[in-house]
């Protein structure tokens, strides 16, 4: 296709990945409100879930919070155990933020209604579409880590 | 496809649309440094800008914060010309948040370096699966508005 063209996809497909996970991600945390969990301590606790233990340093980069913010909701959500600090093993200076048992079942709940809501949406789908989706959303993934 | 398999791809379509609309998100907001603009003044802005003029109420809602925590940020953003306070033409007593030029040029910024990442990503993948995936996006929007 000429570049016109590819530009006009480009865009489109830039748009509708913004709605379509958008959408998703509202269903997943309409549950949020049961558990009378905020966005930012949601969303530590999906880049903990998704990256590991890390540093207060480096969950405040993560988040674009400031270093004293991202202290006194770790603070909120240790009181709740959620999570932990812990101390590195070879370096006690060192003290990582580790997700505990109630913040994952949490952070799983949340993908869990993800799924369903996205069940019931690629129920109209024929399965070529279905199993092209994931073929081509695959690929994009291994492109951007290889980037 | 039989039930099992028709869960299996749900579940990775869910996983790979979590991790592609993350790693371009992320990119997106690689530019909210420069400008020296908090997560959640980017998420007001952007809000604004896909729904139009809110409440505070209203947007407080959708951020899933408290009102005077929204009042706080708006207050911020409005002493930065971000966004500006509207009265209720009808109704002086409603006031409705509105998005500023200065705000509206942020997030297309934000818009624009999300396109020139993807592109990037997606120029190795050939014109059939860049027709193929938009195709299938546009039809999970379609699907998500009708639900």
């Known amino acids: 296709m000429d570049e016109e063209k590819q530009v006009a996809y480009v865009a489109d497909i830039e748009k509708e990945l ?5 959408w998703i991600k509202q269903r997943g945390r309409e549950i949020l409100y049961d558990y009378h969990i905020t966005i930012p301590q949601f969303l530590a606790l999906q880049y903990l879930f998704e990256a590991g233990d890390m540093t207060i340093g480096e969950l405040s980069t993560k988040m674009f919070l400031a270093f004293s913010t991202t202290t006194d909701l770790i603070d909120r959500m240790e009181k709740r155990q959620l999570v932990q600090r812990v101390k590195d093993e070879k370096d006690r200076r060192v003290v990582r933020i580790h997700l505990l048992g109630e ?3 949490i952070i799983e709940e949340v993908i869990n209604k993800r799924q369903q809501y996205l069940s019931g949406v690629l129920a109209h789908f024929n399965d070529a579409d279905i199993v092209s989706l994931q073929g081509i959303l ?8 290889e980037k």
């Open 103 to 105: 913040g994952e079942r």
């Open 138 to 145: 695959a690929k994009l993934h291994q492109e951007m880590k």
């Open 18 to 22: 913004r709605y379509v996970s958008s």
